[in-house]
């Protein structure tokens, strides 16, 4: 049954720049520490190759749009943590309620459930639901 949350043929679902932006007005990010040179949405980024989950995170304001493959409960748990550490993080993440990930760390935030379906940049509506976790 899990199989259909994790359909998708890439994990990257790149943020709408509207969304981004109504986000950053509220926020003020200077962080997006999972993303694509093609798709960072702050002038100080992490790819891949810069491994993001590796990198402190304390003193900064971030955005964080993680990889919706089985490795985002890596990239949650390392948001929550580097709230406790000082920084403010913003999650856009599935709604997956069902998630242990989701009641050991998103339940610890502010949630903001997203009425109807996001479309992610380049993509159809998403097949999921989005939330916004924000630990402070």
Known sequence: MNNIHFSSKSNEWTTPQDYFDALNKEFNFTLDPCCTKESAKCDKFYTLEDNGLSKDWSNEIVFMNP???????HWIKKAYEESLKGAIVVCLVPARTDTTYW???CMKGKIRFIKGRLKFSG????????ALVVFS
């Open 67 to 73: 990889p919706y493959g089985r490795e985002i409960k």
């Open 103 to 105: 009641h050991e760390y």
């Open 123 to 130: 993509k159809d509506a998403a097949p999921f639901p989005s």
